[in-house]
C-alpha cells in the first residue's frame, strides 16, 4: 500500500513573469487519499493540470505510474489519460447531451461495448454516486450537488487508477457538502482507487484526507498525514486551519 | 403567436427608450459613440476599399465586354455608391456593432448588473441602453458615409492606376452620376440601419436569460434579425427613393 | 488633432492584431488538420444539420429582397441604355458570381460568428474542452474538426438556395413591376450560368464555410473568463469573419475568374 503512484521532482512552472509552482516536490501513495489546499491563487489548479499533462511543467519531472508526463507525445498522453477520472469544478458535463450520455462518453470512445452493458454499466456509475434513474436528465435540470455526483459518476465510469477532485464542495451548501465528503469517502473506501483532492474547505479536507499539501505562494509550505499538518505550528498553516484573517497570509 | 407577441414587447422597449430620450445620459452617450466609432472604423474601410476594388475589376471587364469601358465611372456611382458600398459598410457596421452591443448588454444581465442598477435606483434605460442606441443610430451614418467615400476612393485608384482609365473622365462620370437623391437615400438606410441595430442589440442582451449561454444567443438573434430586417428595409427604402417596385 | 491621432492609434492597433491573430489562426488550423482531419460522423452529421436549420430561413428572407434589388436597380441601368434583353444576363452573373456565394457566406458568418464561436467558448469556460482532453477524447477532432466540415459542406449547398432565391426575387419584380416577359427572362437567365460558373460558386462557397467556421471555432477555442469571455469570443470571431470573408473573396475571384490582381 505504500508505493508511490504519482511523484512530483522540483515541478516549476511560470505564466508569464509569474511563477505559479515553485520547485515543488512530493510523492502520492496508492490507495490514499491526498488532498491538496491553500488560499486562492497558489497554483492547486496548475498543480492538478500538470498531473494529467494539461499543462507542461517549465522545470522539474511529474512522474505518474512511472511516466514522465511532460516527456510523452500525445498519443501516449492519450493512453496514460484513461489511467484519471476527474472531476471537475462545477462538473463540465457536456450540455448538449442527457445525463446518462454524459457518463457513457469515455466508454463509447474507448470500449466497443454492447449496448446493454454499456447501459448496465451508467446505472451502476450513477447508482454510486446516488443518482439512480437519473440518466434522462439535462445538466442544466440538475442541482449543483447532482451536477457534481453526475461528474464523479463520469469519472468512475472507466474504473481510474486515479481520480482527481477540482474544489470539490465549492458553490455548495454546507448540508450537500458534507453528503459530498461522504461520498468520496465511501466511494474511496470501496474501490480503493488513489484521490487527489484540491480545495480550499478546511472541513472538508480534515473529514477527507489521508495526506495533506499545503500550498503558499507557490511552494509547498505543509507536507504529511492529516494529523501531523493539522497539529502544526506553521503560523501560514495556522492561519488557514483556524480560518482567522489576521497572519502572514496576506488577503487582497 | 410568439413571434408576435416578442414583436409587440420590442415595439414597447423602443417607445420607452425614446420617452427617455430627454432624460438619457449624454455623456456615456458621446462616450460610447466614440468607442463605437473608433472601434469599427478600420474594419469598414478594410471592407469597402475592397468591395471597391472588386466592383471596378469586374464592372470594367463586364463594360469592356460591351464595348463601353468609358461608362466605368458611372457604373461605380449607380452601383457602388447607391447600393454596394453603403451596403456592405451598413451590414458590416451591423454585425461588428449589434453583436458586440448584445454581448455586452447580456454580460450585465447575467452578471445580474442590471439588477444592481434598478436596486440603486439607476433606470438603465437611461443611463445605459439608450445611450448605446443613440450612440449607434448617429455613429452608424458617419462611418457608412466614409465607407462609402473610401469605396468611391478605392475605385477610383484602381480604374485610373491599374485599369488605365483616364482619371479626368472617370470622375467626372462619376460625379456626375451621383445626385443629391442618392445621398439622401444613403442617409436615410444608414440612419434606419443604425437605429435597428442599437435597438435590437439592446433589447436582446436587456432579455437575455442567465449564464454564459445567454450571451452568445443574445448576439446570434441580433445580428440574423438585423440582416433579416436591414435586407427589407433596404429594399423598402430603395423603393421609395428610386420607385419602380410597384 | 487628438481625435486624428486616437484614430491612427485605433487603427496600427488595429492592423497589428490582425497580423497577429492571422498566423495564430494558421497555426490552429494546421493543429486541427494534424490531429482530426477527419470528423467523427455522428457529430459531423449533428453539425451540418444545426448549421443548415439556423441558415435556411435567413438566407430565403435576405437573399430574396436582394434579388429583387437587382433586378430594381439594374432594369433602371439598363432601360438607360436601352438594351433590355441584358437585364437577365446581368441578374444571372451577379447572382451566381457574388451575391449567392456572398450571401451565403454571410449567412455562415453571422452564425458562426454568434453561435459556434460561443458555443465552443461556453464548452471552454465550462471545462468541457478539457473533460474532452482528460476523457483521453480529442476536442479537435470531435469538436472543432465536424463544425469546420460542416462549415465546408453546408455553406456551397446554401449558395444553390441563395442562387435560386435570388433569381426568383429578380424574376417577381421584372416581370411583376417592370413587365418583362417571364419566360424569356427565365431562359436568358438559364443561358447565361455555364456549369463553371456553378462549379466556381460550389468551391466559393466551400472555402468561405471552412474559413468562417475555423475564425469561430479559434475564437471559441481561446475563450477565457466567463460570460465575458464568451462575449468577446463572439465579438472577436464577427469581425475576423467579415474580414475572413472580404480577403478570400478578392483571393479565390482572382483565381477562378481570372480577374486581375488588384495590387502588383
Known amino acids: 500500500m ?27 501513495l496508492r490507495g490514499e487519499t491526498t488532498v491538496i489546499v491553500g488560499p486562492s491563487g497558489t497554483g492547486k489548479s496548475t498543480l492538478i493540470k500538470l498531473l494529467v499533462g494539461l499543462l507542461k511543467p517549465d522545470a522539474g519531472t511529474v512522474l505518474v505510474d512511472g511516466q514522465d508526463v511532460g516527456k510523452l507525445g500525445r ?21 448538449g447531451m442527457t445525463v446518462a450520455q454524459n457518463v457513457a462518453f469515455p466508454l463509447r470512445h474507448h470500449l466497443a461495448l454492447k449496448r446493454e452493458e454499456e447501459e448496465r454499466r451508467v446505472e451502476v456509475a450513477l447508482q454510486q454516486v446516488g443518482l439512480p434513474g437519473l440518466g434522462r436528465r439535462r445538466p442544466d435540470e440538475l442541482s449543483g450537488g447532482q451536477r457534481k455526483r453526475v461528474g464523479l459518476a463520469r469519472a468512475l465510469v472507466m474504473e481510474p487508477m486515479i481520480v482527481l477532485f477540482d474544489e470539490p464542495t465549492s458553490g455548495l ?75 502572514p497570509i496576506k488577503v487582497v | 403567436m410568439d413571434a408576435l407577441a416578442s414583436v409587440g414587447a420590442f415595439s414597447r422597449f423602443c417607445v420607452r427608450g425614446v420617452r427617455v430620450l430627454p432624460r438619457m445620459d449624454r455623456r456615456e452617450t458621446l462616450d460610447v459613440a466614440a468607442s463605437m ?54 451590414g458590416c457596421i451591423g454585425a461588428k456593432l449589434g453583436s458586440a452591443l448584445a454581448a455586452e448588454v447580456a454580460t450585465l444581465r447575467t452578471g445580474q448588473q442590471l439588477d444592481a442598477l434598478e436596486v440603486m435606483g439607476i433606470e438603465p434605460l437611461e443611463h445605459l441602453l439608450m ?32 485599369l488605365g482609365v483616364d482619371p479626368g473622365a472617370f470622375w467626372a462620370r462619376a460625379l456626375d452620376s451621383i445626385h443629391p437623391r442618392d445621398i439622401a437615400a444613403g442617409l436615410t438606410k444608414a440612419l434606419a440601419f443604425g437605429a435597428l441595430t442599437g435597438s435590437l ?15 452568445g444567443r443574445a448576439a446570434n438573434l441580433t445580428v440574423v434579425q438585423l440582416m433579416v430586417v436591414g435586407a427589407l428595409v433596404n429594399l423598402l427604402l430603395s423603393h421609395l427613393f428610386y420607385g419602380g417596385l410597384l | 488633432m487628438e481625435l486624428a491621432r486616437d484614430a491612427l492609434a485605433a487603427l496600427g492597433e488595429g492592423a497589428r492584431d490582425l497580423c497577429a491573430g492571422a498566423a495564430r489562426l494558421m497555426l490552429f488550423v494546421v493543429s486541427v488538420l494534424r490531429h482530426g482531419a477527419l470528423p467523427p460522423a455522428g457529430p459531423l452529421a449533428e453539425q451540418c444539420w444545426v448549421l443548415s436549420r439556423q441558415c435556411v430561413l435567413p438566407v430565403t428572407l435576405v437573399v430574396l429582397p436582394m434579388g429583387a434589388l437587382i433586378s430594381l436597380q439594374g432594369a433602371s441601368l439598363i432601360e438607360s441604355f436601352g438594351v433590355e434583353r441584358l437585364l437577365a444576363p446581368l441578374v444571372a452573373l451577379t447572382a451566381v458570381r457574388e451575391l449567392a456565394p456572398g450571401f451565403a457566406a454571410m449567412m455562415v458568418a453571422m452564425q458562426a460568428g454568434t453561435a459556434v464561436s460561443a458555443e465552443v467558448a461556453v464548452m471552454r469556460v465550462r471545462e468541457e474542452l478539457d473533460a474532452y482532453e482528460l476523457m483521453a477524447v480529442d476536442p479537435l477532432r470531435h469538436v ?75 475564437e471559441g477555442w481561446y475563450a477565457r473568463g466567463g460570460a465575458l469571455g464568451v462575449g468577446r469570443a463572439t465579438n472577436r470571431a464577427v469581425v475576423g469573419a467579415i474580414l475572413g470573408i472580404l480577403m478570400f473573396n478578392y483571393v479565390l475571384n482572382s483565381l477562378l475568374y481570372g480577374a486581375p490582381a488588384v495590387f502588383t
Open chain 1, 2 to 28: 505504500s508505493d508511490p503512484v504519482i511523484e512530483l521532482r522540483d515541478v516549476t512552472r511560470r505564466f508569464g513573469a509569474l511563477t505559479v509552482l515553485d520547485g515543488v516536490s512530493m510523492s502520492l
Open chain 1, 75 to 95: 498519443a501516449e498522453l492519450m493512453r496514460l489519460r484513461r489511467k484519471f477520472g476527474m472531476l471537475f469544478q462545477d462538473g463540465a458535463l457536456f450540455h
Open chain 1, 173 to 247: 451548501d454546507p448540508v450537500t457538502s458534507a453528503a459530498i465528503d461522504e461520498l468520496i469517502v465511501d466511494t474511496r473506501k470501496r474501490l480503493g482507487l488513489t484521490f487527489v483532492v484540491i480545495t480550499h474547505d478546511v472541513q472538508s479536507c480534515v473529514h477527507i484526507a489521508d495526506r495533506v499539501g499545503m500550498l503558499w505562494e507557490g511552494r509547498l509550505r505543509a507536507w504529511g498525514p492529516l494529523a501531523e499538518v493539522t497539529a502544526s505550528t506553521d503560523p501560514v498553516v495556522r492561519q488557514f486551519f483556524d480560518r482567522r484573517s489576521d497572519g
Open chain 2, 37 to 90: 466609432a473608433f472601434g469599427t472604423l478600420l474594419v469598414t474601410l478594410a471592407v469597402t476599399a475592397f468591395a471597391g476594388a472588386m466592383l471596378t475589376v469586374q464592372g470594367f471587364a463586364s463594360l469592356k465586354a460591351f464595348g463601353t469601358p468609358e461608362l466605368l465611372g458611372m457604373f461605380i456611382s449607380l452601383a457602388g455608391v447607391r447600393e454596394v458600398f453603403p451596403l456592405i459598410a451598413a
Open chain 2, 131 to 162: 445611450p448605446r442606441m443613440t450612440a449607434a443610430t448617429l455613429v452608424t451614418p458617419l462611418l457608412a458615409g466614409l465607407g462609402v467615400l473610401c469605396g468611391l476612393g478605392a475605385s477610383g485608384v484602381i480604374a485610373t492606376l491599374q
Open chain 2, 201 to 215: 442589440g439592446c433589447w436582446h442582451g436587456y432579455t437575455a436569460g442567465s449564464g454564459p449561454w445567454a450571451v
Open chain 3, 144 to 218: 472543432v474538426a465536424p463544425r469546420l466540415w460542416a462549415g465546408m459542406l453546408v455553406a456551397p449547398l446554401l449558395s444553390v438556395l441563395a442562387l435560386l432565391w435570388a433569381v426568383m426575387g429578380a424574376w417577381a419584380v421584372a416581370v411583376g413591376a417592370r413587365g418583362f416577359a417571364s419566360r424569356a427572362f427565365l431562359e436568358g437567365c438559364l443561358v447565361t450560368i455555364t456549369p463553371w460558373d456553378l462549379a466556381a460558386m460550389t468551391i466559393k462557397s466551400a472555402v468561405f464555410g471552412l474559413v468562417l467556421c475555423a475564425v469561430a471555432c479559434f
